[in-house]
């Protein structure tokens, strides 16, 4: 008997997804196994705002992708279920300046966003503490990507406020945990000398994935999000090699849902090699495009000159980005000098003959991936 041509494909109404929401970055998952230390320690650190008590400080720290943000938000969601607490996670990607952090604070408590002009800090700050006193509960603020406010020297302004409040305003209780990815980034140096007085905080690191564990985790994905028997063994340890090169988790979760639609459009009920390789050209550049996706239009502005002049002299690529933007060279230095920490670009002092030292600016990824996702 001939096969059947269609077998194997799919119909219009179908899927190979059982729940594709399983492969978004930023997916709770209801088991999160190999970070068990850390969320002991996490606990242990939040524990007395249960009792009405101000949690002890935290740093959270450790490469992109290896399940700081997922920990706190798991976290946050029992904290959520106490009554007398309430938690709030800020993108410091997103909320950059000391005045957005509040602002996103206030939304939270009040459940409507602040006058965006008309209200100065000190007003915005002091409805903050007088809701958290009046409602008698603890505060726990999570700054995700804190090191965005380091990169815009906001950081000590930000954690001042936040650690001082209860001088501020007696009876406010709020603690703090921040969390970066940036491991170049020595957080306690970088603080002014009067908030590293007294900010002391616990310190928990989050360590990559090893293979294994990338394996028992992305396998653990692709049974909640996958129909059964649509990715294989096979399949399943490329992508696992294909994380473990990265270093970070977010890679392999975006490649899974990635190959899963690569294969419907083949209209297949299986995802093949094939379909995980194509997939992966595009989900190489997961941490790229969150980090563009936060950029100002000046900063972005800057990106797209240096991959025209990719490589060459600060000087020329100054020149270009003045005539774009009209924006100085103060201006443009601190720019150059975030997109390096935040690993777009890289500037490196070269010796010219004649001329001394100059820095030389080139991108950090391929100038097309670059320009495709501004």
Not at 348 to 373: M, N, P, Q
């Amino acid at each position: 008997m001939r096969e059947d041509p269609e077998e194997g494909m799919l119909s219009w109404d179908e899927t190979v997804f059982r729940d594709e929401h399983v492969f978004e970055i930023d997916h709770v998952p209801e088991t999160f196994n190999h970070r068990e230390s850390q969320l002991r320690s996490l606990k242990y650190a939040l524990r007395p705002a249960v009792r009405g008590s101000r949690p002890l400080n935290t740093m959270v720290r450790g490469p992109p992708g290896t399940g700081k943000t997922t920990a706190v938000q798991k976290l946050f969601g029992e904290l959520g279920t106490q009554s007398g607490v309430r938690t709030v996670r800020v993108n410091c990607q997103v909320d950059s300046t000391r005045y957005a952090v509040f602002s996103r604070v206030f939304e939270h408590i009040f459940e409507y966003e602040p006058p965006s002009s008309g209200i100065s800090f000190k007003k915005l700050f002091g409805q903050i503490t007088d809701r958290l006193v009046e409602d008698d509960e603890v505060l726990v603020v999570a700054l995700d990507d804190v090191n965005y406010l380091f990169y815009e020297n906001e950081a000590s302004d930000t954690l001042y406020s936040l650690l001082r409040a209860h001088e501020a305003h007696s009876g406010a209780r709020i603690g703090v945990i921040i969390i970066s990815s940036d491991l170049s980034l020595d957080v306690i140096d970088e603080l002014d000398g009067r908030v590293q007085s007294v900010f002391r905080p616990e310190e928990v690191f989050f360590p990559r994935y090893d293979v294994d564990e990338i394996v028992d985790i992305l396998r653990s994905r692709s049974r909640r999000g996958f129909h059964e028997d649509v990715i294989g063994a096979p399949e399943l340890d490329q992508v696992a090699e294909f994380t473990a090169d990265s270093g970070d988790l977010r890679v392999g979760i975006d490649l899974l849902r990635r190959a899963g639609l690569h294969a419907e459009m083949r209209a297949s009920r299986t995802v093949d090699m094939d379909d995980v390789e194509a997939a992966y050209d595009k989900s190489k550049y997961v941490h790229l495009s969150r980090c563009l996706q936060g950029l100002s239009d000046p900063e972005r502005e800057l990106v797209r000159v240096v991959a025209e002049y990719d490589g060459e002299r600060a000087g020329a690529v100054y020149d270009a980005f003045n005539e774009e933007t009209g924006l100085g060279y103060t201006r443009y230095s601190e720019l150059v000098n975030k997109l390096d920490q935040l690993g777009v670009i890289e500037a490196r002092y070269t010796e010219i003959e004649g001329r001394g030292r100059t820095r030389a600016i080139s991108l950090a990824y391929d100038a097309d991936a670059v320009l495709d996702r501004l």
